[in-house]
């Protein structure tokens, strides 16, 4: 927890380089904890469907992405 408040923190920050390189970051975490997720959803035996209504996006955007991957 304490890591994702200090790239929190570092995202916000005054200086661009630092900003910058946090939000590659948190960017980073964000698409491995999607990926995570969409497995695990997949594995329980949720469809497409349902996991695209959770993330807000399409059936055919969330397949797309991760379809030949899982």
Do not use: N
């Amino acid at each position: 927890m304490a890591s994702e408040q200090t790239l929190a923190a570092s995202a916000a920050s005054d200086d661009p380089h630092r900003g910058l390189r946090a939000v590659r970051a948190l960017r980073e975490l964000a698409d491995r904890l999607e990926t995570l997720q969409v497995e695990r959803a997949r594995s329980l035996g949720w469809s497409w469907q349902e996991i695209a209504d959770e993330l807000g996006v399409s059936k055919q955007a969330v397949h797309k992405k991760f379809g030949r991957r899982i």
